[in-house]
């Protein structure tokens, strides 16, 4: 089985202005028109049987109702090949209620996105948050690592991630981006002896600019195979989830750029879908 660990969504209505707004925010150009049957388009193209969904909640009021959303869509997942986390927002009043209706709800577990919320990674609000959905059993999964649309600020530095694990320890906590987007040589120097998951989205190869777009050649590339390769084993390809951050990667390019890196069938094995497997214990 291969399990995409990392992309998103939005409803048909409102997803291609979203879309338009995001590609000129990143300057980067999207792959598919991130709605669901979007995504099943490239997923039945690039042979991907599970994609997990991940929704941002950006303001508290979305809280409950995407959370809702992604019960209803888990409904359906083992027909549609989408699965979907639910979300907590810094700011919201009663996430440990919440959270215990997200685990209740049987959500495997929550995304949070530090740059796009506003706050740093250790910040109190965000360490209470994944006390309570380790004491659930929930899976968290967070941006990590500067963002593309967000340059000013690294609200989830290598160190903030040391901070956290120092004072909470989660055990099933995942880091997007390879544990730090644009921060690899950190990540390697100071998260490979933690025990995280690091996901691959947004960090394999060249990145697509957007319509009428100009990035600068330092801005315009991601990981190569060999600097891939090599971060992939000094973390532990037993920690590492095949993900892609669709629509903002192509899933099959991503599928054949892991295919050619130096790994061994069993490695590419559990890059591609073991390793989630056992994380979502399905």
């Not at 291969?2 to 150009?29: E, N």
């Not at 929704?55 to 083992?78: D, F, G, S």
Request: glycine letters at 6%; aromatic letters at 8%.
């Amino acid at each position: 089985m291969i399990i995409d660990f990392h992309t998103h969504t939005f409803p048909a209505k409102i997803a291609h202005s979203v879309i338009a707004h995001l590609q000129s925010k990143s300057r980067s150009m999207a792959f598919t028109d991130a709605t669901n049957d979007g995504l099943r388009r490239s997923m039945d193209n690039a042979g991907i049987d599970l994609s997990i969904l991940l929704p941002v909640m950006t303001n508290t009021h979305q809280v409950p109702k995407l959370n809702e959303i992604a019960a209803r869509t888990n409904e359906h997942w083992e027909e549609t090949g989408l699965l979907s986390f639910g979300g907590m927002h810094p700011e919201y009043t009663n996430y440990k209620e919440e959270l215990r209706h997200i685990a209740d709800m049987g959500i495997k577990g929550i995304k949070l996105h530090p740059a796009y919320q506003g706050y740093d990674f250790d910040d109190i609000r965000y360490m209470r948050i994944i006390d309570k959905a380790a004491e659930l059993g929930l899976i968290v999964l967070t941006h990590a690592g500067m963002d593309i649309g967000i340059p000013e600020h690294n609200y989830c530095s290598t160190a903030h991630i040391r901070h956290v694990m120092q004072e909470v320890g989660p055990d099933k906590l995942v880091l997007a981006h390879m544990g730090g987007w644009q921060g690899w040589r950190d990540v390697a120097n100071n998260l490979a002896d933690l025990p995280v998951y690091f996901d691959t989205a947004f960090s394999m190869g060249d990145i697509l600019p957007a319509p009428n777009t100009i990035r600068a050649e330092e801005e315009s590339h991601n990981m190569n195979k060999q600097q891939f390769a090599f971060l992939a084993h000094t973390l532990g390809t037993d920690k590492l989830l095949f993900a892609t951050d669709c629509p903002w990667s192509s899933q099959s390019e991503s599928l054949a750029f892991l295919r050619d890196c130096e790994f061994t069938e069993q490695e590419l094995a559990d890059i591609l879908g073991n390793n989630a497997q056992k994380l979502l214990k399905l």
